[in-house]
């Protein structure tokens, strides 16, 4: 089975931290995926990244970044924390082809306080 | 990334009805429509997936009808179950710049209850 590991399942900021959410991959899956989850907003696409040092911007990238440095690891950082960026983050990966799923960790749930 | 609407928001269902939940897209670039089954405390798993080259894909108790022409596809659940109930999302991608997967674009989420 695919198995996406997000390294948190609970985390408390303060406002103004750099925070790190990390995600690995067993799959050897090019593309991996970020989206924040969100009550009656369903999920919205942050960043993704179809290959090693490669990024896209996803629809709500303003105040994140990511980063690939290995194929299996792709992690999101949020410069300088602030409480609306308190959600559910969700990390996936998925093979090159379009019609392939993407397969989803359970979530890390960031409150910045 | 263009919005994909999903509606209901909830949806109360006896055990051994029917589900049905819908979606309408408006990016026309959309070629591929999964629908996506969530649990508390667990991250989305693909639940079916469909083309729009074809009208209708089923498996199991799971079925999507395709809509090209309204640009709306919709998830039927027959013989619902309370093992169900649990948060559906349906989603859209298009082809990416590169030729590969881009983001899904997912519709805000239905709640389903099935009622024993």
């Known amino acids: 089975d695919v198995k996406v590991t997000q390294s948190s399942r609970y985390l408390v900021k303060r406002t103004g931290e750099k925070v790190f959410l990390e995600c690995v991959q067993d799959m050897d899956h090019e593309n991996m995926f970020w989206y924040r989850q969100d009550p009656g907003l369903g999920l919205r696409l942050i960043y993704f990244s179809y290959d090693v040092k490669m990024k896209e911007k996803g629809d709500i990238p303003e105040g994140y970044s990511v980063s690939r440095e290995k194929k299996e690891r792709f992690s999101l950082i949020l410069e300088s924390a602030s409480t609306n960026q308190t959600s559910m983050y969700l990390c996936?990966?998925?093979?090159?082809?379009?019609?392939?799923?993407?397969?989803f960790g359970d979530g890390t749930r960031l409150s910045i306080l | 990334q263009q919005q994909v609407k999903q509606s209901p928001q909830s949806l109360i269902v006896q055990k051994g009805g029917i589900s049905i939940i819908n979606c309408a897209y408006e990016n026309t670039a959309f070629d591929y429509f999964p629908w996506y089954q969530q649990f508390p405390g667990k991250g989305p798993a693909l639940l079916i997936a469909?083309?729009?080259?074809?009208s209708e894909k089923k498996e199991g108790r799971f079925t999507i009808s395709f809509n090209k022409s309204a640009k709306q596809f919709s998830l039927h659940i027959m013989d619902s179950q309370p093992g169900d109930s649990a948060t559906y999302f349906c989603?859209?991608?298009?082809?990416?710049?590169?030729?590969?997967?881009?983001?899904?674009?997912f519709g805000k989420g239905t709640h389903l209850i099935i009622q024993p």
């Open positions: 469909i083309r729009p080259d074809v």
């Open positions: 989603a859209a991608s298009a082809v990416g710049s590169g030729g590969g997967a881009d983001g899904l674009t």
């Open positions: 996936a990966s998925g093979s090159y082809f379009q019609n392939q799923p993407q397969h």
